[in-house]
Every structure is written in C-alpha cells, then in structure tokens.
C-alpha cells in the first residue's frame, strides 16, 4: 500500500502534508533520467508533479510536448540548451542559477552539449501523473540543428 492510501485510510477525511525524497533512478519516455519525487503516485498531487532530472554530458532528451501541462525548469547545475517550436527552429539555453518556463503543447529537446558537465535540474508539471501528457514527437528527432551526434543516453550508462 502507498504512503497516500495508508495515510487516507488512517484518517480519510484529512488533508497530510508529506516529505519526499527523491527516490531511484528511473528513465521517463523522453529518455531523461529521473529521480521519482511528488506525483499522483508517490504522494497523492492533484495537480502537479516535481522531479529532479539528469542529463549526462553530451545526453539528451527525445522530442516531445506535454499535452495541457505547462512545465518549468530549474537547473541545479550545468547548462541546457533546448530546441522547441513546430520544427524545433528556435532555442534557448538555462544556466545554474536559472528558469524556464515551456508553455502546454509546445514541441521542445533539451540538450546537454557539454563533454564533461551534467546537468541537473528540478523539473515541476502540472500534470500529477508526470508521464500520461507526453507525446513523443519522432518525427522532430533527425533535424540537423539539433545537434544529431548528441544521442539520448540509455539509463545504464548513465549511472556512475
């Protein structure tokens, strides 16, 4: 039984404020790597979900949107450029230290172009289910300007 449903069944009728530590490494469809935190599973959200997200030097996402679910984007350390449009012709690039805000149905990769630096950053959705808005968009992935020698790094190379 989750924390959630043990929680709503210890005393229903209660709202609980619950301290999550990220759990293990998992990799999402978009092939980022994820340290589980809130969701609608873990905790019970509603209406949004927070995740810690690793990028290995020279890794990157698969092209995608998140239907009706706005995100923002912390980044802890490292730097990611990422691409985002209908044909993934604009880009902006978040340090450490900085914010991104990706509107609800907007195509975008994140790209760590790095050789040697991670990126970590903390990554809110306002979706609590986290994975059932994204529509991965490979039609977008072969496009040249987004850096086709970057490859998405599979999950066991990615732990050290």
């Known amino acids: 039984m989750s924390i959630t449903a043990q ?38 959200a509603r209406a949004l979900c927070m995740h810690v997200i690793a990028i290995p030097p020279g890794g990157r996402a698969r092209a995608h949107l998140h239907e009706a679910h706005e995100s923002a984007v912390y980044v802890v350390e490292g730097e990611v450029i990422c691409w985002y449009g209908d ?6 690039t978040t340090r450490a230290g900085e914010m991104a805000y990706i509107p609800a149905g907007v195509p975008h990769l994140p790209i ?17 289910d986290e994975q059932e808005s994204v529509v991965l968009l ?23």
């Open 138 to 160: 490979p039609e977008l992935e072969a496009l040249a300007h987004t850096n086709p020698t970057a490859e998405v790094i599979e999950l066991a190379s990615a732990r050290r």
């Open 87 to 92: 044909q993934l012709q604009h880009r902006f």
């Open 7 to 44: 929680l709503q069944a210890a005393v229903p009728s209660e709202e609980h404020c619950i301290a999550v530590k990220p759990g293990a490494l998992s990799q999402s469809k978009q092939g980022h790597h994820v340290y589980e935190g809130i969701s609608a599973q873990s905790t019970g």
């Open 112 to 128: 760590n172009a790095s050789d040697d630096e991670p990126v970590t950053c903390i990554v809110a959705r306002t979706d609590p």
